[in-house]
């Protein structure tokens, strides 16, 4: 079955330590996406990439970093200075291209840093 | 004015009522419209794209006017398994794929 995969499901973080939330998807598409999601907020876009070895800042970047060396791996990873990290971060993908650009999510990783 | 704003919500409505969700953007040139839902703690899944000729599926119409800059979904005949959050979208379009999320409107429909 084709679809998008996120590992894993919930995080605990100490302050002052970086995680890498993985991101797969078999679905052959070709964009990628991080959001992240507060209690009562809209999804806020971290990063996105459009192509394999290539990306670019959303609306909330500072203190996240990804990579693309895989068409079907987008993952993320949370550093230390990033100063509010407990959130619900969801990953999508799409086909991309004119009229392609719904989105679809993976299940999410809960993160909480203790 | 927000990029993408909806009805705060919450709803509560019984069962077999007719519910309608209003969403407005701020972005003329956006090109491409969705509805999403939202179970709790769940990821987001589409529910339905909107046309500007507008779209049905089944309980669900959606509705497109262009030149007011709004979108809306109405749900006809609530069952409870449609208690979720309901999530507008926009698309910028073009060769950019971002897409701009509204906060979400809660629904609970009552037995």
């Known amino acids: 079955d084709g679809g998008i995969t996120q590992s894993p499901k919930y995080l605990f973080r100490k302050e002052g330590q970086n995680v890498t939330l993985s991101c797969e998807q078999n679905?052959?598409?070709?964009?990628m996406y991080w959001y992240r999601q507060d209690p009562g907020q809209g999804l806020r876009l971290i990063y996105y990439?459009?192509?394999?070895?290539?990306?670019q800042k959303g609306d909330i970047a500072e203190g996240y970093s990804v990579s693309r060396e895989k068409k079907e791996s987008f993952p993320l990873t949370v550093t230390s200075a990033q100063k509010n990290p407990t959130a619900f971060y969801l990953c999508?993908?799409?086909?991309?291209?004119?009229?392609?650009?719904?989105?679809?999510f993976g299940p999410g990783t809960r993160l909480t840093v203790l | 004015r927000k990029e993408v704003e909806q009805d705060p919500g919450p709803f509560n409505v019984p069962e077999g009522a007719t519910v309608a969700f209003n969403c407005t953007y701020s972005?003329?040139?956006?090109?491409?419209f969705f509805w999403y839902r939202q179970d709790c703690r769940k990821e987001p899944k589409l529910l339905m794209s909107?046309?500007?000729s507008g779209n049905e599926d089944g309980r669900f119409t959606a509705q497109l006017n262009r030149a007011s800059q709004y979108i809306s979904l109405l749900i006809r005949d609530s069952k409870l398994s449609d208690s979720a959050t309901y999530l507008c979208v926009v698309g910028s379009g073009g060769s950019n794929y971002k897409l701009t999320f509204g906060k979400g409107t809660l629904l609970t429909v009552n037995p």
């Open positions: 909107v046309y500007s």
């Open positions: 679905l052959n598409h070709d964009a």
């Open positions: 972005n003329s040139a956006s090109q491409s």
């Open positions: 990439s459009q192509i394999v070895n290539d990306f």
């Open positions: 999508a993908s799409s086909q991309g291209g004119r009229g392609y650009n719904e989105q679809f």
